[in-house]
């Protein structure tokens, strides 16, 4: 009756191994054998609506619009003033194509936009400067970083950027353009694009403190009670901490090249700025190599934990088999069907066997009891 029970639960952990290696990989198999360019979405399909939000501004003045259609973006490629194009929804591929070929973008950078399952990176190409990353959201009730692609797009007097989905980590950069605090609206595009990098690497920070608070909770769980459901939820974490890694290390390297290269439409005071995000990226990667090193030796702790308890109950069960050895061998030695035993006749033969066994019984108790083995 066990066997079934043991293949239902290796083909639900099977089912959730491939869940996870998909958040890698998403639905990259099926763009195999397209020609270079060829246009495919890659993340999770959905019929929610393009959000198209417009921020252009100098220091002067904003202003922020919510557009309707790819056709609308279309005036703010040459402006004086600085653009900020926000698009929600790269599902929409006829949308994201329309508005990247007015700007100038290269098939090839479009057709990493629409696949999201790319590695942090930046590219230059003529006009441009084209950034991908990992913006992340921690989910405390399934114990799991959320991800998602956001690609940024630098031109002359523009950023677009583009986002799988509603939500992310640019509001404190909207209400700065907002508020007109700071010197965000009297710098250009470049500036910008610090700014929203900033924010994604500084939402970071948040992520590894929840992760810290759930591995703090992992580790109390375990130290009490090491299950295996506590057990499950620390590897699962460590898997999560993996993913993690993945998008943090390259990054770095991203930000390094903005920093230390030269780049046509980069200004060096931005540059000045870049390096303390560059900071920053450092801290949170030592954050993830350090909580991994602590997920591996929460592991081990489980592992110490069952071990003892093992050694506990055999322990016990040692005690007792050995407590009972020279008992056992006692009755059978008068088992012993002989006709010529001189105690089987005697009178007190039964009661004196009875008190031997209590005197080694005792004997051996107090001894295990002195030795601290009891």
């Not at 919510?66 to 900020?84: G, I, N, P, V």
């Not at 990098?197 to 929840?210: A, S, W």
């Not at 230390?260 to 920053?280: G, M, P």
């Not at 990226?281 to 602590?294: A, F, G, K, N, S």
Request: hydrophobic residues 40%; proline residues 3%; contains cysteine.
């Amino acid at each position: 009756m066990s066997k079934p029970k043991q293949k239902k639960s290796a083909a639900k952990k099977a089912i959730h191994t491939a869940r996870h290696m998909g958040r890698f990989f998403k639905n990259s198999s099926k763009k195999v054998g397209m020609p270079p360019g060829s246009l495919y979405y890659t993340g999770t399909r959905t019929v929610e609506p393009v959000n198209i939000s417009l921020f252009n501004y100098d220091g002067e003045g904003l202003e922020e619009v919510e557009l309707q259609t790819a056709e609308e973006t279309f005036s703010y490629r040459d402006a004086t003033k600085t653009s900020w194009i926000n698009i929600n929804g790269v599902h929409d591929v006829e949308l994201v194509e329309k508005v990247c070929k007015h700007y100038g973008i290269h098939p090839l950078t479009i057709e990493d936009i629409v696949s999201t399952d790319q590695r942090p990176k930046i590219e230059e190409a003529e006009g441009y400067i084209y950034v991908v990353l990992k913006m992340m959201e921690y989910d405390t009730e399934k114990e799991r970083v959320q991800m998602e692609q956001v690609s940024l797009l630098l031109g002359k007097n523009f950023v677009l950027s583009f986002q799988e989905r509603e939500g992310d980590t640019f509001t404190p950069v909207r209400e700065r353009l907002r508020a007109g605090k700071g010197r965000i609206r009297t710098r250009g595009a470049d500036y910008l694009l610090y700014a929203l990098l900033d924010t994604v690497v500084d939402n970071y920070f948040v992520i590894m403190e929840k992760v810290g608070d759930s591995m703090a909770e992992l580790e109390e769980r375990l130290l009490v009670n090491a299950t295996k459901d506590n057990f499950d939820a620390v590897y699962n974490l460590k898997r999560e901490m993996l993913a993690v890694r993945r998008s943090t290390w390259p990054l770095r390297e991203v930000i390094y090249k903005l920093e230390r290269e030269d780049f046509a439409i980069i200004q060096k005071e931005t540059q000045l700025f870049v390096r303390d995000v560059y900071d920053h990226m450092i801290q949170v990667i030592d954050t993830v190599e350090t909580y991994r090193d602590l997920l591996s030796g929460m592991v081990d702790l489980y592992h110490s934990t069952v071990s003892t308890r093992t050694n506990d109950v055999m322990k016990v069960l040692t005690i007792i088999s050995t407590i009972f050895i020279p008992l056992t061998f006692i009755v059978g030695v008068y088992g012993m069907n002989f006709e010529y035993m001189p105690e089987l006749q005697w009178k007190y033969g039964y009661l004196s066997v009875w008190i031997l066994m209590l005197l080694l019984l005792g004997g051996m108790v107090y001894t295990f009891r002195k030795k601290s083995w009891l």
